[in-house]
């Protein structure tokens, strides 16, 4: 499965962006799917989930209410819609996908495919 990753840029605090995530050779509904995030001398952390029924979401808390994970079955796409971003949003966000049953939603060595990556700068 390969995944990339898009939709990054540089916005002003309390900007909107919204990330992609497409999937080639596999489907989303066959695996969870995450977005992570890292930045400068940072650990990558955790920042949604998406369930691979697409019934539940989780999400970091410096992110509830202002995150959103969705996914578009024909499109074979997941989203994650960053609204009222901060300047601590900045990072590479990174799209992923785990098996069914297997490991933490939270915990990125759980994640079997990941996507490249895309830069998301947030200005104070």
């Known amino acids: 499965v390969q995944l990339q990753a898009s939709g990054g840029g540089l916005v002003q605090a309390g900007d909107s962006l919204r990330l992609s995530c497409a999937a080639s050779g596999g489907t989303f509904s066959s695996y969870a799917t995450g977005w992570f995030r890292q930045a400068p001398g940072k650990e990558r952390e955790f920042v949604a989930a998406l369930h691979w029924s697409g019934a539940n979401t989780y999400y970091a808390d410096s992110v509830k209410g202002r995150f959103t994970i969705s996914r578009d079955t024909a499109k074979n796409t997941v989203f994650l819609q960053m609204n009222s971003l901060k300047p601590e949003d900045t990072a590479v966000y990174y799209c992923?996908?785990?098996?069914?049953?297997?490991?933490?939603?939270?915990?990125?060595?759980?994640?079997?495919?990941w996507g490249q990556g895309t830069q998301v700068t947030v200005s104070s």
């Open positions: 992923a996908i785990k098996y069914r049953f297997t490991g933490s939603y939270y915990q990125a060595p759980d994640y079997a495919y």
